[in-house]
T-cell receptor
Framework: AQSVTQPDIHITVSEGASLELRCNYS??????LFWYVQSPGQGLQLLLK??????LVQGIKGFEAEFKRSQSSFNLRKPSVHWSDAAEYFC?????????????FGKGTKLSVKP | SQTIHQWPATLVQPVGSPLSLECTVE??????LYWYRQAAGRGLQLLFY??????ISSEVPQNLSASRPQDRQFILSSKKLLLSDSGFYLC?????????????FGPGTRLTVL
C-alpha cells in the first residue's frame, strides 16, 4: 500500500544550525513528491516538489530536497536554520487511488528553533 | 498558481447544529478540489475530492457531506454536528486531470463543536 512516513515527530535545532527532515515513502512506481510547511493556525505552503529529472530539488526559503530512489526517501534540508523556520513540515506523495491528483501526506514533523 | 479562499476562519457551533464551510478558487478553471481535516498529531485526512461540478468522491464515511455547485466553489456541510467533528478544515485546489500535481491550500477554518 502507498504510504508516507516522517519518522521524527518533533525536532529542535539551534538557529544557524543545519537541518534535515526525513521522509520515506512506499509507492509502486516513480512518485511525485512534495514538501509543505505550515505555520500555526495557517494553511499549507508548498516548499518544493519533485516530478522528474534532477534528483536535487531547490525550493523556496533556502530549502532543498533530494530524491533517493534506492532508499525511497525524499529528505528536506536547509544549511542554516532561521527562527522563522519554526513550523510543521509535511511530506506528500502522489498520485494514488483514482489518480485524481490525490496525495498522501505524512503525519508531519514539528520544528522548533532555539535562539 | 491558484489562490484558495475559505470562510469563516473560525467557528464555534453547538452539537447538533448544521454546518456550512465555503471554499472558492481563483486563478484556474476546472480545478480538482479537496477538503481535508487536520487533527493534532494525525496529519491531514482527505475527506472529499471533486473533479468537476456535481462530482464528489468521499474518502471517509462520516457525518459530513460536500457539494460543488460551481466550477470554483466547494462546500463542506453537515446537518447535525458531533463533538468529533471539531478540527481544522483545509480546502485545497489542484490542476484538473488525472495526474498528481501541486495542491494549493487555503488558510483553513478552525471548527470547535461544544
Amino acid at each position: 500500500a502507498q504510504s508516507v512516513t516522517q519518522p521524527d515527530i518533533h525536532i529542535t535545532v539551534s538557529e544557524g544550525a543545519s537541518l534535515e527532515l526525513r521522509c520515506n515513502y512506499s509507492y509502486g512506481a516513480t512518485p511525485y513528491l512534495f514538501w509543505y510547511v505550515q505555520s500555526p493556525g495557517q494553511g499549507l505552503q508548498l516548499l518544493l516538489k519533485y516530478f522528474s529529472g534532477d534528483t536535487l530539488v531547490q525550493g523556496i526559503k533556502g530549502f532543498e530536497a533530494e530524491f533517493k530512489r534506492s532508499q525511497s526517501s525524499f529528505n528536506l534540508r536547509k544549511p542554516s536554520v532561521h527562527w522563522s523556520d519554526a513550523a510543521e513540515y509535511f511530506c506528500a506523495v502522489g498520485p494514488y487511488g483514482g489518480s485524481q491528483g490525490n496525495l498522501i501526506f505524512g503525519k508531519g514533523t514539528k520544528l522548533s528553533v532555539k535562539p | 498558481s491558484q489562490t484558495i479562499h475559505q470562510w469563516p476562519a473560525t467557528l464555534v457551533q453547538p452539537v447538533g447544529s448544521p454546518l456550512s464551510l465555503e471554499c472558492t478558487v481563483e486563478g484556474t478553471s476546472n480545478p480538482n478540489l479537496y477538503w481535508y481535516r487536520q487533527a493534532a498529531g494525525r496529519g491531514l485526512q482527505l475527506l472529499f475530492y471533486s473533479v468537476g461540478i456535481g462530482q464528489i468522491s468521499s474518502e471517509v464515511p462520516q457525518n459530513l457531506s460536500a457539494s460543488r455547485p460551481q466550477d470554483r466553489q466547494f462546500i463542506l456541510s453537515s446537518k447535525k454536528l458531533l463533538l468529533s467533528d471539531s478540527g481544522f478544515y483545509l480546502c485545497a485546489g489542484g490542476p484538473g486531470g488525472r495526474r498528481a500535481d501541486t495542491q494549493y491550500f487555503g488558510p483553513g477554518t478552525r471548527l470547535t463543536v461544544l
